[in-house]
Each structure stands twice: as structure tokens, then as C-alpha cells.
């Protein structure tokens, strides 16, 4: 069974830094994509951050310039979050996408707060 487990969230104030965590517990094949979505209250869920398995990134504007994301060969991905603002509290959901058959398409983890006071 596949679980995403996030951790790494916080209260922090506004203009400091967090840096999330997201590792794949069982067997995800042909993992394309990997990335991190955050939903505020009210709000709808949206896209901040992904990675492909080649490399390559894409942000949010909101977010370009002041959050960065990375993998690793364990199939990790990591949010390093600088220069928090106040409006990017929301809880953040690590997401992976397979292009294999034996998997499902996508998996989220369960989401992990994040809290920037101004």
C-alpha cells in the first residue's frame, strides 16, 4: 500500500523559511511527476510546485523566486519555502503521478499546515 507522508510544516513568521518534506512509503512505478499543491481556507486547492523525474520545474507565480523544489533518487520531494508571506498559509499536499498502469494515476498525502503570521 502506497502512503505519502508529509512533515515539515509550522507556524513561522512572515519572511522566514520552512522547508517540507514529502517520502513515498511502498512502490510507485514510473513516477513522472512529483509535486506540491496547498489549499487555504475557502479557497480552492492549487498548484505550487513540480518536479518532473527529468528535472525539469514549474512554479505558481506567487511563488516563483522564493520557493524551490527538489527530489532526490529515493523518490523525496522537498518545498524549501523562503520569504513566507502571510498569504501563503494553507495546508500543503505532496502529489505524485505515474504513467505506468500498475500504479494509480496520482497520490496525495494527507496535507501538512503551514502558518505564516504577519
Known amino acids: 500500500q502506497v502512503h505519502l507522508v508529509e512533515s515539515g510544516g509550522g507556524l513561522v513568521q512572515a519572511g522566514g523559511s520552512l522547508r517540507l518534506s514529502c517520502a513515498v512509503s511502498g512502490t510507485i512505478f514510473s513516477i513522472n511527476t512529483m509535486g506540491w499543491y496547498r489549499q487555504a481556507p475557502g479557497k480552492q486547492r492549487e498548484l505550487v510546485a513540480t518536479i518532473t523525474s527529468g528535472g525539469n520545474t514549474n512554479y505558481a507565480d506567487s511563488v516563483k523566486g522564493r520557493f524551490t523544489i527538489s527530489g532526490d533518487n529515493a523518490k523525496n520531494t522537498y518545498l524549501q519555502m523562503n520569504s513566507l508571506k502571510p498569504e501563503d498559509t494553507a495546508v500543503y499536499y505532496c502529489?505524485?503521478?505515474?504513467?505506468?498502469?500498475?500504479?494509480?494515476?496520482?497520490?496525495w498525502g494527507q496535507g501538512t499546515q503551514v502558518t505564516v503570521s504577519s
Open positions: 502529489n505524485v503521478q505515474s504513467s505506468s498502469s500498475r500504479s494509480r494515476p496520482t497520490y
